[in-house]
């Protein structure tokens, strides 16, 4: 049976103060990540998991997710460049995606007819490649012509790093490298077209540097038919750093090339080129910038303070751009956050901002005019305890009866179907009488009206109307308040015995809103079992699933102040939240410990490990996907470098110090009665990588304890699936293990 008393830090000055110790590790080998010894074990442990949930319920259950994601009535989410709308799209014939377009009118038909520019099946099966579509970037095409060309990003694995291709819209087709055509050899990195024959590329193939993180270290100008090698550096930042990139705006009379410093996730330096020279922003680095035409935006994550001005944590604050460059500091502040009120999002129209907020985790959008000393506007279209944002549908639009100010709303909810409304904004102005604030005679008063319209509704995939959606706050060990939201039957029986999965994340300022998904619906929250006696309820009757999501520290539910709350040293803050709302959701009498689960994935797939290993008296079974789990060697592995700012280097004795206490590899202790645990990956993952998830559950098997269970997909990067098919087995298994382990009590 394999012990880890060894893994705790020895006696001060056993080992020099500059480096942690390395605690043991019997299953170092397994982070060979396709070696062959490797893959077999996998093999092996999938057979036997595939065994176990595989069966004649989970067939069906499976085939309902696919249902749900291959369903042809879903929105088609589109983006406008020039007179077309571009949208990809993935279906049951379709199962690596169509690259496609539209005309407006089309789009709001019934039945709208898309001219196909690519076809990514069609394209992996004459390559001999799984290749899975990443994206698109188009070149702005001279005025008055169409958009032709563009950058096509596909992954030959789903993995982070991607193969850029130059594509012909026109006719449909790559362009040939032997007549000059831009193909970028597979890696990870970023792209911009600086002119037709010009490329910005920031890349680590063919030897270019790289940083401690995986990620692109230099970034350079890429001529037509020149190759990547022989191209002149341009942007260079240090190996510790994360990630170069560098973009090149091309909005017409605001031309402006861009770089990024991106010193670690919280923070980075941006500077502009100017004369040949970079001339950085000059902000504090965790001030994140944005630009829009004249305008400079900036949002602290920390309290900033400027001239003697103090702006909060969270606020959204404006200058002129060339103003600030040449050293002026007129600021505006154009959002203050509050207790309750954060802001999740910025985007710009044509003449209008856009502020996407949570006011206790239920959105509310604002609208400000810059023409108008920033006079904000409330959008009516935020229904409580949804989530709804607000974006732009083509700010550069300009042509009579153009989309400049139009914008798209999505709005959803848990038991509410997705809808797609587009509207347009326009300044407005009225009179407004002076004395009594009546529309006749008086001061003119200019004002932001808006209107909006649905285009396109998500279809039902469970009957929503038997279900209600609850919001409620547990008591974290500390006093705070923990927002969590409850999906449940209406007329839900609190008996203790209802199969609840509680769902989170809590880092890097990710914040977790209401969201509908018809697999939820069809796989826990329709799922029943049927009464049993002495379970309360009435014979004949049946149980369903209860779903939770948790608005756990560590996230950005209530801005960076809510994120700081559990970095590093504070970590724990994050899991004593989860586990407030584990003992609320006992407490209230909606479930117990034997029918409670957990679930999440990479950052929530480490939540979920501690749930495991510091709270096992909480939970019946955890389902741990594509996890960090040991954080003794997560800087090492895969992307993991970049992530020291979240949870600390574990390289300094100090710092262990406190990690040691989250990472769930090295807090497995014998005598323990662990939940039913359910371990995912995938390993083709280049961003957190298969190995953590692998050593756990070999440690765990090894300690001799009971059902533990771990699968790994060989394909579908860090999302675990690359094609419909892949996502509808990954997540079947995930509440099929769950609903067996809770509701059956036979996993």
């Known amino acids: ?53 595989e069966d004649a319920d989970y067939a069906r259950l499976e085939g309902d997710i696919l249902e749900v994601l291959d369903s042809t009535d879903k929105i088609a989410m589109v983006s406008k460049h020039g007179d077309w709308y571009y949208n990809f799209w993935k279906d049951r014939e379709n199962p690596k995606g169509l690259w496609r377009r539209t005309s407006w009118e089309s789009y709001c038909s019934d039945a709208p007819e898309w001219d196909v520019l690519l076809d990514v099946d069609a394209l992996a099966a004459a390559d001999g490649v799984e290749w899975v579509f ?113 973009a090149h705006d091309s909005t017409p009379g605001f031309e402006r090339t861009f770089a990024v410093d991106w010193i670690d996730f919280f923070n980075r330096r941006t500077s502009v080129l100017q004369d040949g020279d970079w001339v950085p922003v000059d902000v504090p680095t965790d001030v994140n910038t944005g630009v829009h035409r004249e305008w400079l935006l900036f949002r602290p994550q920390r309290d900033w303070t400027v001239d003697g001005t103090t702006y909060a944590a969270g606020s959204l604050i404006a200058a002129d751009f060339r103003a600030y460059l040449a050293g002026e500091r007129e600021l505006t502040v154009l959002f203050a956050p509050d207790a309750h009120t954060s802001l999740q999002s910025w985007s710009w129209t044509r003449n209008f901002l856009l502020l996407n907020l949570l006011k206790d985790v239920s959105s509310e959008i604002r609208v400000l005019d810059p023409a108008d000393s920033w006079r904000p506007s409330l959008l009516d279209a935020c229904p409580p305890l949804h989530d709804v944002n607000a974006f732009p549908v083509d700010d550069e639009d300009e042509a009579e009866g153009g989309a400049g100010d139009d914008f798209w709303l999505v709005a959803t909810g848990f038991t ?21 604030g009546g529309s006749s005679g008086g001061t003119p008063v200019a004002g932001v009206v808006s209107s909006h319209a649905e285009v396109k509704a998500s279809p039902s995939f469970f009957n929503e109307a038997d279900y209600e959606v609850q919001q409620h706050f547990a008591v974290s060990a500390d006093g705070t308040k923990v927002p969590y939201f409850q999906v449940a039957a209406r007329g839900l029986v609190l008996d203790g015995q209802n199969p609840t999965q509680l769902s989170g994340y809590g880092g890097f300022e990710v914040s977790r809103t209401p969201a509908y998904s018809g697999t939820i619906g069809r796989a826990w929250l329709e799922r029943r079992t049927a009464a049993v006696p002495g379970d309360g309820l009435p014979e004949g009757h049946s149980r369903g699933g209860v779903y939770v999501v948790a608005n756990i520290r560590g996230g950005g539910e209530y801005g960076p102040s809510w994120h700081r709350a559990a970095l590093q040293e504070n970590r724990h803050r994050a899991y004593e939240d989860f586990a407030a709302v584990a003992r609320d959701l006992i407490s209230r009498g909606v479930t117990s410990r034997e029918r409670l689960g957990c679930v999440g994935g990479s950052n929530g797939g480490l939540l979920v490990g501690n749930m495991l290993t510091r709270y096992p008296e909480l939970f019946g079974a955890v389902s741990c996907g594509v996890p960090l789990l040991d954080m003794r060697r997560y800087t090492k592995l895969s992307a993991g470098h970049s992530w020291i700012a979240e949870y600390g280097d574990p390289d300094l004795p100090e710092h262990w110090e406190f990690i040691k206490t989250f990472s769930p590899y090295h807090q497995l202790r014998d005598g323990v009665e662990y939940p039913e645990t359910f371990i995912w990956t995938a390993t083709s993952d280049d961003r957190v990588g298969p190995v953590q998830a692998r050593k756990m559950a070999a440690r765990m098997l090894a300690m001799g304890i009971p059902n533990v269970w771990f699968h790994e997909a060989l394909e579908g990067g860090h999302a675990g699936a690359s094609d419909n098919r892949q996502a509808a087995a990954l997540q079947g298994r995930s509440q099929h293990f769950l609903w067996k382990a809770l509701a059956e009590g036979t996993a």
């Open 134 to 246: 990443h994206g698109a970037n188009l070149l702005r095409p001279e005025p008055g012509q169409p958009y032709r060309r563009a950058l096509l990003a596909l992954s030959p694995d789903g993995g982070d790093a991607n193969r850029y291709r130059e594509f012909d819209v026109e006719t449909r087709a790559f362009v040939d490298p032997a007549a000059g055509g831009f193909d970028l050899p597979t890696a990870k990195g970023n792209v911009s077209w600086l002119d037709a024959d010009t490329l910005l590329v920031a890349s680590t193939a063919e030897d270019l540097p790289r940083t401690a993180s995986s990620y692109a270290r230099t970034a350079v100008r890429l001529h037509r038919g020149q190759a990547l090698a022989d191209a002149p550096r341009i942007f260079e930042i240090p190996e510790d750093h994360m990630m170069a990139i560098v």
């Open 416 to 436: 509410t179907p997705s809808t797609l409304m587009r509207g347009t904004l326009t300044r407005e102005t009225r009179n407004r009488d002076t004395a009594g």
């Open 1 to 53: 049976m394999t012990t880890t008393a060894a893994d705790s830090a020895p006696a001060s000055g056993a080992v020099p103060p500059e480096t942690a110790p390395a605690p043991t590790d019997e299953n170092i080998w397994l982070e060979d990540i396709y070696g062959e010894e490797q893959l077999a074990w996998v093999r092996e442990q999938n057979a036997r998991t595939e065994d176990l949930l």
